[in-house]
């Protein structure tokens, strides 16, 4: 195996909550993160190992011996029955207002902010989200950013979307996490019996980056009316939830001595990034019809790369109209078709063609956000990674890529231009098409992603 990885299959590693990326990821995972010394010097410390059986004296070599009582416990505890019905109307105890499913009308309407104000919309991406935490950097940097009402955020999306909500004061802590995290830092090698990977230092890394002052910062903005929303897949009940993080927040600087509702926030942003098949489940604890059980929760991409509105709500005959003032999507992704020889193997087919379907449902969603803001009478924006971006992966969250692809997207944000007005066009369209803007004005809009407003 190649020690650099193609860009596409890097690229889609990460990209989507597709159990299937479980193989892709385990079989393609080049030396420095397979045990190498390079991978070494940068792992984390790793758990202690099982207990290993006694040999009784006298045993002659090569019997087979009895596992130790750890790693007999090759099964989980059974998990508390409950119905459709029970997790219909199951919640938070305690938390009444910390979620809701995606698909709710009146309860997505209810959490929305009194005041309309600009959107901001973070997809999914793995590494690539180093895009996205360069461009929003950028924008402070260049004084373009602004004081966003909504953010929600989709698996990577969901990651940077707490400190883009809490402002510029956090952007240094974007531009470490995005240039300075290895793949020692996101998960370690080695089945844990849901999943091929085990994502504890990622549980790590969560809970050393949200503390609670970041929770009093999310929960002063929500108190404000802005609203921060993370987007998890209940996978018992095959639907999207909406977090309002912000609501949890208030909740954590309501209660300071009590760490339920900081435990839930860092579990939510866990679950959101959570690969069914690469990355273990996220049990959540909730109540419902008087029972308590727990929900499995998985990545957010599960249901869609990126969140607006329930999906009802952005039919183009639907008639709902955004309440917002500007709709900018962050899409920590390359849009553009990566051509590649492919090898005759599994992991390189799977990973050019679940590269290929994620980019076409990015597309298809991106065209049906476009046409929701079109008939709300708001402004459209989209930024994705530039065509000519082309910097080389060794392999899964390598810093060197994520480096590049950070300060591409922060020269993006600072110059202004970042945002194209309209989705990128499907190939075989023409480059050039004339839309009405959002002032009544026609104008020339090209659909290269980076082109300016």
Request: with cysteine; charged share 15%; glycine share 10%.
């Amino acid at each position: 195996m190649n020690e650099t990885m193609s860009k596409a299959t890097a690229r889609t590693i990460f990209t989507c909550g597709a159990a299937v990326f479980a193989a892709v990821l385990t079989l393609q995972l080049p030396q420095p993160f397979a045990g190498s010394a390079a991978y070494a010097q940068s792992a984390k410390p790793k758990k202690p190992p099982a207990p290993q059986a006694k040999i009784a004296p006298g045993t002659p070599v090569g019997t087979p011996q009895a596992p130790a009582p750890a790693a007999q416990a090759s099964k989980f505890p059974p998990r508390t029955p409950f119905t459709a019905e029970d997790d219909a109307v199951a919640g938070i105890p305690g938390m009444p207002d910390a979620r809701f499913f995606a698909d709710s009308l009146a309860d997505f309407t209810k959490a929305l902010p009194a005041q309309p104000g600009p959107w901001l919309i973070l997809s999914t991406g793995g590494a690539d989200g180093a895009f996205g935490a360069g461009l929003v950097t950028g924008l402070s940097a260049g004084g373009h950013r602004p004081d966003y009402a909504v953010v929600t955020g989709v698996s990577a999306g969901a990651l940077m979307a707490p400190f883009m909500f809490a402002g510029p004061k956090y952007d240094a802590t974007l531009r470490a996490l995005y240039t300075q995290t290895t793949a020692a830092d996101i998960f370690e090698v080695g089945g844990t019996g849901e999943s091929f990977l085990d994502t504890w230092p990622l549980r790590d890394l969560i809970k050393k980056q949200i503390t609670p002052e970041l929770l009093a910062d999310i929960a002063t903005a929500y108190k404000s009316g802005r609203r921060l929303f993370v987007v998890t897949t209940d996978l018992d009940a095959e639907r999207s939830v909406v977090w309002n993080m912000g609501a949890i927040a208030a909740h954590a600087a309501d209660h300071g001595q009590d760490d339920a509702a900081l435990n839930l926030f860092r579990s939510v942003l866990l679950a959101s990034g959570s690969i069914p098949g690469a990355f273990p489940p996220v049990l959540i604890d909730v109540e419902g019809n008087g029972k308590k059980f727990s929900e499995m929760h998985v990545d957010g991409g599960v249901g869609g790369q990126f969140f607006v509105a329930p999906p009802a709500l952005t039919e183009s005959n639907s008639g709902y109209t955004i309440p917002a003032t500007e709709l900018y999507v962050v899409v920590n992704s390359g849009l553009q078709p990566d051509f590649q020889v492919v090898e005759r193997s599994t992991p390189t087919i799977l990973a050019q063609s679940v590269g290929m379907a994620v980019k076409t449902d990015i597309r298809l969603m991106l065209d049906r956000a476009f046409i929701a803001a079109k008939n709300s009478g708001i402004g459209f924006n989209v930024a994705s990674i530039p065509a000519n971006f082309n910097a080389p992966s060794r392999g899964a969250f390598d810093p060197d890529y994520m480096k590049a692809l950070f300060q591409t997207g922060y020269d993006l944000g600072k110059s202004g231009n970042a945002f194209a007005r309209e989705p990128p066009s499907f190939p075989g369209s023409a480059a050039t098409q004339s839309t009405i803007q959002p002032n009544g004005s026609d104008k020339a809009t090209s659909s290269d992603p980076g082109a300016s407003k």
